[in-house]
């Protein structure tokens, strides 16, 4: 079973099928699979895109849910956010697609950097948006373009190739970014129900099937801290 037995993620996210699932794990396949991921992070610190990369990569989402996120979608209080709808591409267009199932409509956890990443993108729209004035597109989306018109999916994907080139970084694709939520979520110990939650995954056997990779060493955990256990007092 592969990523493309979630109906959500057929329907949402067409940018990763089954050909490339084992070619993304080789990539992953790593003892410190964050190292990628954070060196990534610090390096495009002042993207206009960080915000975006900054989602992918600490909530899991997909490329065009992310996309799809709407100001209306942030709770800043509760540190939370809904996924209600996602950008596709069909061709040179782009269209608005509701999840099609309970568990693609979810909330996710923010951690508090993140959080204020999403601040700082408010005042930094805002000052866009004063620049524009009367020729702003107020959209609502919280990746948008300098006149407020949201991001094609695919020009999102070449920014990103382009990001991981200029910065000399090694060869990684926006959804690599969910692999490694899923793997560093799963190694932490992390319920599988709450990774597969915050994935959107249909079932939760479609989140341990896609990542068994990452469950030996849970296993090599589980057996040492028994030990640990039942010897304690030895």
């Known amino acids: 079973m592969g990523p493309t037995d979630d109906p959500d993620y057929v ?12 070619e993304a794990m080789d990539r992953l396949d790593d003892p410190h699979p964050g190292t990628q991921v954070r060196a990534f992070l610090e390096a495009t610190r002042n993207d206009r895109l960080h915000p975006l990369w900054r989602l992918l990569a600490m909530t899991g989402m997909r490329r065009g849910e992310v996309l799809g996120l709407k100001w209306e979608d942030i709770d800043f209080e509760a540190g939370r956010l809904s996924v209600r709808r996602s950008l596709i591409p069909l061709g040179s267009e782009v269209i608005v697609s509701e999840p099609k199932t309970a568990r693609g409509r979810r909330s996710i956890a923010l951690d508090p950097e993140t959080v204020e990443v999403l601040k700082a993108q408010a005042a930094y ?22 006149d407020g018109t949201p991001y094609h999916p695919e020009v999102v994907s070449r920014f990103f190739r382009q990001a991981v080139k200029e910065d000399k970084l090694p060869t990684i694709r926006p ?60």
């Open 11 to 22: 329907m949402i996210d067409l940018e990763f099928d089954t050909q490339d699932e084992d």
């Open 125 to 146: 729209q805002l000052a866009e948006q004063e620049k524009w004035g009367e020729a702003w597109t107020d959209s609502g989306y919280i990746c948008s373009k300098e």
């Open 175 to 234: 959804h690599d970014l969910r692999h490694t939520h899923a793997t560093l979520a799963l190694r932490a110990g992390i319920h599988p129900k709450v990774v597969s939650e915050r994935l959107g995954h249909a079932t939760v056997s479609i989140t341990l099937d896609t990542y068994s990779h990452a469950i030996p060493a849970m296993q090599e955990e589980a057996a040492a801290l028994i030990a640990e256990l039942v010897f304690a007092d030895a």
